[in-house]
């Protein structure tokens, strides 16, 4: 039995107790807003696929998503992208063009009482021949049982799930869930179809037509600019704007400035922008671009980013990506670390841009990395091997003479050059080196010293 099918569910008495008004509210149907009434970026939803703007990689004439809706044949899915990319809005237009009823609910302000009155719902349309697509605005925020819970509804046909996420679902969606379902990413738009967008508002009698006003492209284009991909945010930003313009009519740029102030930079410390934006970081410290890595961190911390985050990232690429190259790399890159945990922000960017720089200016070897990953390998794919005796702590009594442990081991101290060939590893157990230095920076050195130490004995264990 589903968890949507029975009495108990598995959140605590006082989340119950909580939610409990709001699933007696919205038992009853809610009641339609006059179109009038309704935001702007409500009025100007698409009703086709020709009226929406972007994703034409999902709405386009021979997108799959698109061919399947027109087929009467829409299937269970995930849309995920970022915010005002039209998620929900084509969730809307899915159900209307297959004549399937949609329910509209949100992960957040909804409890598992509301999706059991909507499964039930559901099961009756059923029964009249009549689907439902049921909406889930923000999935990942349900838990795993809560999932887990959609999954009979989805597999007999009594809702076609479609569930959207800001987040990567591939880590905030459960497998079985994401298996049974279609994913479909969205994209940022760009300028240029926000500009579409915003055009057709002011032109169309659903959106500004007829408040009349003269608007000037300058403005338009700046509500697109600092809208950064977001739809919603763009066409807020008219509708503030224009209420501005009503007494002159004009919708000058500066009218545009005034309506949107200071712009908000598009960085969600959870979504998945985030892991976007902390890549880009990363891959400029990789590639010795000190000026790209100090633009990404100044996005991170300008958007609100945990600093130490940002300072663990870097601890980790100084390692990673400079290694032995420079081994200074990781210890500036720890002692900004420090920094950061000691001072605190906004003084705490100083160090940590310095560190930044250094790191992405280092030479750069990923040796280090490489070879743990190879010996990891070994571990895990061939026998484990015991320790040769010679290597063998003699810690108790009569070990060495009786048993042999510790028998044999050469103690480098006692060599010239403080060095002395002897197997380390147990006979015949490595087949090639893990820890192959490069001739960036210091590791150059540590390439030199490695060959003239193993050199000669491993040329007289080939001879033998």
Not at 84 to 107: I, M, N, P, V, Y
């Amino acid at each position: 039995m589903s968890l949507f099918d029975g009495e108990a569910d598995n959140m605590s008495s006082a989340k119950g107790s909580r939610r409990r008004g709001a699933a007696e509210a919205s038992s009853s149907p809610p009641v339609a807003v006059p179109l009038e009434l309704q935001p702007l970026a409500a009025r100007m939803r698409p009703r086709t696929f020709d009226e929406f703007v972007g994703q034409q990689h999902l709405v386009g004439p021979q997108a799959p998503l698109r061919r399947a809706v027109e087929a009467d044949r829409i299937p269970s899915c995930l849309f995920f992208g970022s915010a005002g990319t039209g998620k929900t809005t084509l969730a809307r237009l899915c159900a209307t063009l297959t004549q399937a009823h949609f329910e509209d609910f949100s992960a957040v302000t909804g409890g598992v009482a509301d999706v059991r009155r909507i499964i039930g719902q559901a099961r009756e349309r059923r029964g009249h021949g009549q689907r439902t697509v049921l909406f889930v605005d923000e999935i990942h925020r349900f838990n795993r049982s809560q999932q887990d819970a959609f999954l009979p509804h989805v597999e007999d046909g009594t809702v076609i799930l479609i569930g959207a996420t800001t987040e990567n679902p591939l880590a905030t969606v459960n497998t079985p869930l994401l298996s049974r379902c279609r994913l479909f990413r969205f994209e940022p738009l760009g300028d240029e179809d926000i500009i579409l967008l915003l055009r057709r508002a002011v032109e169309d009698e659903r959106g500004l037509a007829n408040l009349g006003l003269q608007v000037e492209a300058a403005a338009l284009e700046h509500i697109a600019r600092s809208a950064v991909g977001d739809a919603r945010t763009a066409l807020n930003s008219l509708e503030m704007a224009a209420d501005l313009a009503r007494e002159s009519s004009a919708l000058t740029l500066t009218l545009a400035e005034e309506a949107i102030g200071r712009r908000a930079l598009d960085y969600d410390k959870s979504g998945d922008n985030h892991y976007q934006i902390i890549s880009a970081y990363i891959k400029s410290l990789r590639g010795g671009d000190p000026d790209a890595a100090l633009y990404w961190m100044a996005r991170m911390l300008h958007g609100g980013e945990d600093p130490l985050f940002i300072a663990r990232r870097l601890v980790i690429q100084s390692s990673e990506d400079v290694g032995n190259a420079d081994p200074r790399a990781l210890l500036i890159a720890m002692a900004a670390l420090t920094a950061v945990e000691k001072i605190g922000l906004p003084e705490a960017a100083i160090p940590l841009a310095q560190a930044t720089v250094y790191v992405a200016t280092a030479p750069k070897s990923n040796a280090s990395y490489v070879a743990l990953h190879r010996a990891q390998d070994a571990v895990e794919n061939q026998p484990p091997a015991t320790v040769p005796m010679h290597l063998r702590a003699a810690s108790l009594r009569g070990a060495r003479t009786r048993l042999g442990e510790g028998a044999g081991y050469l103690y480098p101290h006692d060599a010239p050059g403080h060095f002395v060939r002897q197997d380390y590893l147990p006979p015949g157990f490595k087949t090639e080196a893990y820890y192959e230095p490069t001739e960036q920076g210091y590791e150059a050195q540590i390439a030199r010293r490695l060959h003239q130490w193993w050199q000669e004995y491993e040329a007289g264990e080939t001879e033998t």
